[in-house]
């Protein structure tokens, strides 16, 4: 789920790895280019360079290599997040994840540490796929942007954490949608039922709701239960009064009415 950057955004993330450079950090033990003694100050200032050029794969390999050979030095730090800033700039999102989970477990109090689980949580929503895939990547990046918005509600993070949640739940609805459809369009109606329901259960905020009850209308006719059918169609129409969803419900509840079981007496006679 690519998110196009203007160029605002990608220099606000550039000025929101301007970290405070103090502390230390873990030597990577490899890397992808040979490795020649340079000073830290050519090093970084070579690494800066290539992601002014938008070289961001050259850019990522030489932040790391800012860290590998001066590990312990003030500019370390800064290097990390730069780098995994870098490679979700390439889209090579895993080894973007990689970085800043690293930088994470090696400064978990740091004042960056939310910029981190931020870059976390967007490695995890761009690779999200379509509804007909596996969904585990797109459940990963709920997790992420979950444990953003929990343990720093107030940052700046925050607010599009948060918006990006409401998308990936309406991505996951989307699933379950079109397994229930896969259910009902076999015949296979309890198992449809528990996919509708579980939608209006678990994601009641997505766009998928109205679709679902409607779903959930036909899907319990057809088991035969109508009380449940016109409470579905009842949660419609108090809800999506003007929606097409509903008025299909409504047709088929008028077309599909209870039989009324006989009379005691009627069936003993019989």
Not at 62 to 81: K, N, T
Request: proline content about 4%; overall charge positive; aromatic content about 10%.
């Amino acid at each position: 789920m690519r998110i196009p950057m203007s160029r605002s955004i990608a220099l606000a993330l550039i000025a929101a790895s301007a970290f405070t450079i103090s502390g230390c950090a873990r030597n990577r033990g490899k890397s992808d280019i040979p490795y020649v003694a340079r000073d830290v100050g050519t090093l970084y200032s070579t690494a800066k360079n290539r992601l002014d050029r938008k070289q961001y794969k050259l850019a990522a390999l030489m932040f790391d290599e800012v860290e590998r050979q001066h590990p312990y030095s003030i500019w370390a730090r800064r290097a990390q997040l730069m780098s995994a800033f870098s490679y979700y700039l390439d889209r090579d999102y895993t080894s973007s994840i990689q970085s800043a989970q690293r930088f994470i477990s090696v400064h978990p109090g740091n004042r960056d540490a939310p910029y981190a689980y931020y870059l976390v949580a967007l490695g995890y929503y761009e690779q999200i796929s379509d509804v007909t895939r596996d969904q585990k990547i797109t459940q990963q990046a709920l997790d992420s942007l979950g444990e953003l918005t929990r343990r720093y509600p107030n940052s700046k993070y925050a607010a599009d954490a948060r918006l990006k949640i409401d998308l990936v739940r309406d991505h996951l609805a989307g699933k379950e949608m079109e397994i229930g459809r896969f259910y009902e369009s076999r015949g296979q109606w309890l198992a449809a039922t528990m996919r509708f329901r579980r939608v209006v259960d678990d994601y009641q905020t997505t766009t998928h709701v109205p679709e679902a009850l409607m779903r959930l209308t036909e899907t319990y006719l057809a088991l035969g239960v109508h009380e449940e059918a016109n409470k579905a169609a009842a949660v419609l129409g108090a809800n999506y009064p003007g929606t097409d969803w509903y008025q299909r419900a409504y047709k088929l509840v008028q077309e599909h009415p209870a039989v009324a079981a006989p009379p005691a007496d009627a069936a003993k006679s019989s």
